[in-house]
Every structure is written in C-alpha cells, then in structure tokens.
C-alpha cells in the first residue's frame, strides 16, 4: 500500500485546510485509512479514520466537530476537511493504512505510512 499526501500548508486560526491522501496498491476489505498528527517534541495521535469499504468515521475528541473525513472512490482517495483550525493544530500531519481496525487511533495498528504534510496555524 502507498500513501502519498497533499493540501498541507499556512492557515490563520479559524481557517480551514483540505487534506488529501492518495492510496495506491492492494488493499484488502478491511483496509482502514486514518490521519494522524505529531506536534514537535509530542507522540504522533490519531485524528481521525475511515473504513475504506463501508465508509464508517471515528475520531479524536480533539477535533469532533471540526474536522471531517471523507473518501473518494473514483480517485481512491481519502481527505481531512479541517475547519475553525487552532494553533494547536499545528503539526505533520501523516495518511496511515491498517486492516481490520476499526475503532482504533493506536499508531501500533497501522502498517503503512505516507510522509507527511505540515499543517501550520497561527
């Protein structure tokens, strides 16, 4: 599986920013996508994640009602619609793959990972 990410950037707080992920290779049934996030000198966390075949969210307290995850079946692609953006946003944001963990933010259960996109709000 690759993951190739896009859209990151410079917003003022309250703005928003679109994130894409482009996943290419075999994905199996239960491939699950999900965005994480590490702040420099803090422990990458799960933001948010999609069940790629049935479509199924789940998300971090942190961004409940503010960020949005979606896929795109044509484009085989996922995307993290990030609105009223705060300071502590700020970080490399990261696209992961798993299988079978639905329900799970735990860096440990992904397997495959893009290289990032920095998010900077100010």
């Known amino acids: 599986v690759q993951l190739v990410e896009s859209g990151g950037g410079s917003v003022q707080a309250g703005g928003s920013l679109r994130l894409s992920c482009a996943v290419s290779?075999?994905?199996?049934?239960?491939?699950?996508i999900a965005w994480f996030r590490q702040a420099p000198e803090k422990e990458r966390e799960g933001v948010a994640h999609?069940?790629?075949?049935?479509?199924?969210?789940y998300y971090a307290d942190s961004v409940k009602g503010r960020f949005t995850i979606s896929k795109d079946d044509f484009e085989n692609a996922v995307h993290l619609q990030m609105d009223s953006l705060k300071p502590d946003d700020t970080a490399t944001y990261y696209c992961?793959?798993?299988?079978?963990?639905?329900?799970?933010?735990?860096?440990?259960?992904?397997?495959?990972w893009g290289q990032g996109t920095q998010v900077t709000v100010s």
């Open positions: 290779g075999r994905l199996d049934n239960g491939i699950v």
């Open positions: 999609i069940y790629f075949g049935g479509g199924s969210q």
């Open positions: 992961a793959a798993g299988s079978w963990v639905v329900g799970s933010l735990r860096r440990a259960d992904y397997d495959y």
